[in-house]
Antibody
C-alpha cells in the first residue's frame, strides 16, 4: 500500500522550532516531488513548500519564506520541513503530499501532523 | 499570484441530485487545475487533474470542465459519501501554488 506518514508536530511556544517528517512507503519515493500543505483550524488549504524529486529545487510560500526549510533524503524515503520562528498563525495541520508532476495533482496525502503555537 | 475564487461557499443538495461547483481563476490556467475532496477529519483526496481527467479510482459521476477562466466540478447523483468540502488548485503559475477557498456540499 502506498502511504505517506507525517510526524513531529506538537505544542510549541512562539518563536520555537520543530522538525516535521514525512516517511513514504509502498512506492518509488525518489521519482516523486513532495509538497507540504497546511490547514489552520476550520480553514482552507494553504500550500507551504515544494521540493523536486532530486531535492535540487525548493520553493516556499511568502508567509513562510526565510523561516521554513524543506529537504528530503531519498535513501531514507523521507522528506522534512524545518519550521522555525513559529508564530500563532502557523498553527495548523501540516500535510505532506506527493506529485509526479504538478499537472497531475497531489495524488497521495499523509494523514497530517498538528502544530500548535501557543504560550 | 493567481487567485482562485470558489462559489458558492456552501451548496445544499439532496441525495441523488446533481451538484455544480464553480472555481474562477484570476488568469488563464492552461489546463493546470485540479480538484480535491476533503471529508471531515480526513486528508484531501485528488478527484480531477488537468481540468477534466479523473484520478485513479474516482467514480464517473465526478467530472470537470472549463469555459475560459471558469472551471466547474460536477457531481452527478450525489451519494452520502460525497457530502464534503471541495477545493480547486492551480499549478500553472507558481510559486505560489494556490487553492480556492473551498465549497462545502451539505445535505439539503
Amino acid at each position: 500500500e502506498e502511504q505517506l506518514v507525517e510526524s513531529g508536530g506538537g505544542l510549541v511556544q512562539p518563536g520555537g522550532s520543530l522538525r516535521l517528517s514525512c516517511v513514504a512507503s509502498g512506492f518509488s519515493f525518489s521519482t516523486y516531488e513532495i509538497n507540504w500543505v497546511r490547514q489552520a483550524p476550520g480553514k482552507g488549504l494553504e500550500w507551504v513548500s515544494y521540493i523536486s524529486s532530486s531535492g535540487t529545487m525548493a520553493f516556499y510560500a511568502d508567509s513562510v519564506k526565510g523561516r521554513f526549510t524543506i529537504s528530503r533524503d531519498n535513501a531514507k524515503d523521507s522528506a522534512y520541513l524545518e519550521v522555525n520562528s513559529l508564530r500563532a498563525d502557523d498553527t495548523a495541520v501540516y500535510y505532506c503530499a506527493r506529485d509526479r508532476l504538478l499537472y497531475f495533482g497531489f495524488d497521495l496525502w499523509g494523514q497530517g501532523t498538528l502544530v500548535t503555537v501557543s504560550s | 499570484e493567481i487567485v482562485l475564487t470558489q462559489s458558492p461557499a456552501t451548496l445544499s443538495v439532496s441525495p441523488g441530485e446533481r451538484a455544480t461547483l464553480s472555481c474562477r481563476a484570476s488568469q488563464s490556467l492552461s489546463n493546470n487545475l485540479a480538484w480535491y475532496q476533503q471529508r471531515p477529519g480526513q486528508a484531501p483526496r485528488l478527484l480531477i487533474y488537468g481540468v477534466s481527467n479523473r484520478a485513479t479510482g474516482i467514480p464517473a459521476r465526478f467530472s470537470g470542465s472549463e469555459s475560459g477562466t471558469d472551471y466547474t466540478l460536477t457531481i452527478d447523483s450525489l451519494q452520502s459519501e460525497d457530502f464534503a468540502v471541495y477545493y480547486c488548485q492551480q499549478s500553472n503559475s507558481w510559486p505560489p501554488l494556490t487553492f480556492g477557498g473551498g465549497t462545502k456540499v451539505e445535505i439539503k
